[in-house]
């Protein structure tokens, strides 16, 4: 077999509708392109099917009927949900055949691909473990399918807070000389923007000068259920001068 060589990067989240990870590997890819002597880091998928530009690129949001009311899934979404357990295993076969060629295997998403590369895999926290009730149904039978075997597989773990550093020595018994804590950077967009492109934005959403901002997907583990309930026990007043925004 040839040198390994540079890292491998699992990036199949960025070919989704970008969530927390989604925007956590795009962010980080662009941030190591920038660094001149940084490693060289290969993203699987966009490098197999050629299209670099598309790194970050979201899957089309579905659109609901204008009436609101929830439609039956069609022919073609049956036959997706029937295809998609054979297109991961074939996704994840390509996957170990590159890593045969690499140094190093980056899994940004908690569960790594089964494979002999050496392995660092990044944890944002344990809720699935923690909190099943508060994730699908799907995702609990991949974390109890395969999450042991991945931290088996992992050989050092990049925890994104100091809590999911802790969490994971208490609760998975992880030596901490194992778990480096890497945190979250903002975005450039989260820093103080011009008052012109405030107002902009403003103008062209209908907001208010002040207002109760939520960002986040719509799922029981980010509670907008009880956001909602303590929103509606403001005072009236309030709730009239502090609009809620929800953003996801």
Not at 97 to 118: F, G, Q, T, V
Request: charged letters at 25%; hydrophobic letters at 40%; one cysteine or more.
């Amino acid at each position: 077999m040839s040198r390994r060589t540079g890292v491998i990067l699992n990036d199949r989240v960025l070919f989704q509708s970008l969530t927390g990870v989604g925007n956590y590997v795009q962010t980080l890819l662009a941030a190591l392109r920038k660094l001149p002597e940084g490693p060289d880091v290969r993203p699987f998928l966009s490098s197999l099917i050629g299209a670099p530009s598309r790194v970050g690129a979201t899957a089309p949001r579905p659109t609901a009927p204008a009436d609101g009311r929830a439609t039956r899934p069609g022919r073609p979404r049956r036959v997706r949900r029937w295809l998609r357990p054979a297109l991961l295993r074939a996704y994840a076969t390509g996957f170990r055949w590159a890593a045969r060629r690499s140094a190093l295997y980056h899994e940004p998403n908690h569960i790594p691909i089964r494979c002999d590369c050496p392995t660092i895999t990044t944890i944002h926290d344990l809720s699935v473990l923690v909190h099943p009730e508060w994730h699908p149904a799907d995702r609990v039978r991949w974390y109890e399918r395969d999450f042991a075997r991945g931290l088996a597989q992992t050989e050092r773990f990049l925890a994104v807070s100091e809590y999911t550093r802790q969490e994971l020595v208490n609760r998975l018994n992880i030596a901490p000389d194992r778990i480096h804590v890497t945190p979250l950077a903002p975005r450039p967009a989260f820093r103080p923007q011009p008052p012109e492109r405030v107002a902009a934005c403003r103008r062209d959403f209908a907001l208010p000068e002040r207002f109760f901002l939520f960002v986040g997907t719509l799922e029981p583990r980010k509670n907008v259920t009880g956001l909602l309930a303590a929103y509606a026990a403001l005072p009236g007043s309030v709730r009239r001068a502090h609009p809620l925004v929800l953003a996801g």
